[in-house]
């Protein structure tokens, strides 16, 4: 049975150019290392995931662009307005985890997920979220089983090296103010006829919160620390 792949697939594991040049960004403003910076930028290809794995041939182009909404909302949720990283981080992981192949379409999948990033293009990493989703023939596929899943979080903190670098140089964060946060988990996947199971999911989201402005998401961030 085809499932929506979660960020600690398969899909997506292989960074883009774009995504390596974040990494630096991220690495510069977190860690203030060089040794840090070249650590991520030569092993950025596997390091932002749990699971391990070569990206389905399925999966979604890294350089896709988010298309413009098909007719109707679908069920990708709009962005909150939220100030605090922490919030926000759980919530896109929600949004992230969850899907309805029964109300929405791939368009609507990815459009409503574009939503959520940050609209400051030196920053943003799309690539490192449309990578998630599955192509359209995948996509289809799984409507036709019925298939969706919802999300439950259990946790979020801050990476303790995010921590001690913001103690180390606590005004390095206002350049951008990017937060690394890591969320754990758990989706729930179902499908036609009964159909279903559940996995525990983890995953470490770049968020930016600039004062006086909503968050909004940056990437999916290479795991910096536990």
């Known amino acids: 049975m085809p499932r929506f792949p979660s960020p600690l697939s398969g899909y997506g594991t292989a960074w883009s150019a774009k995504g390596r040049v974040l990494v ?7 860690l203030l290392t060089v040794a840090g910076l070249a650590a991520w930028a030569s092993g950025s290809g596997g390091q932002g995931h749990d699971d391990t794995g070569v990206p389905s041939p399925g999966s979604a182009s890294v350089s896709e662009s988010a298309p413009k909404p098909a007719p109707g ?8 307005q939220l100030a605090d990283p922490l919030a926000y981080a759980k ?20 459009a409503g997920m574009n939503a959520w990033m940050t609209t400051e293009t030196k920053y943003t990493d799309w690539s490192s979220l449309s ?14 089983n019925a298939q969706y899943a919802t999300a439950q979080i259990t946790e ?3 990476p303790s090296a995010f921590k001690q670098a913001l103690a180390e140089n606590p005004s390095a964060i206002t350049e951008a ?11 729930q996947i179902s ?16 968020v930016q919160c600039r004062p006086s402005h909503d968050c909004s998401l940056v ?7 536990p």
Do not use: N
């Open 24 to 30: 630096g960004v991220f690495v510069l403003t977190v």
């Open 73 to 80: 909302t679908g069920s990708v949720p709009k962005p909150p």
């Open 91 to 110: 919530a896109a992981a929600v949004m992230l985890w969850s899907y309805d192949t029964r109300t929405t379409s791939r368009d609507q999948q990815l």
């Open 131 to 144: 990578a998630q989703v599955p192509d359209p023939v995948l996509w289809s596929r799984m409507a036709d």
């Open 156 to 158: 979020a903190h801050f």
């Open 177 to 187: 103010y990017i937060y690394a946060v890591t969320v754990t988990g758990k989706q």
């Open 191 to 206: 499908w036609k006829k009964g159909g279903g199971g559940a996995e525990d999911r983890s995953l470490t989201l770049a």
């Open 219 to 225: 990437s999916l961030a290479p795991r910096v620390a």
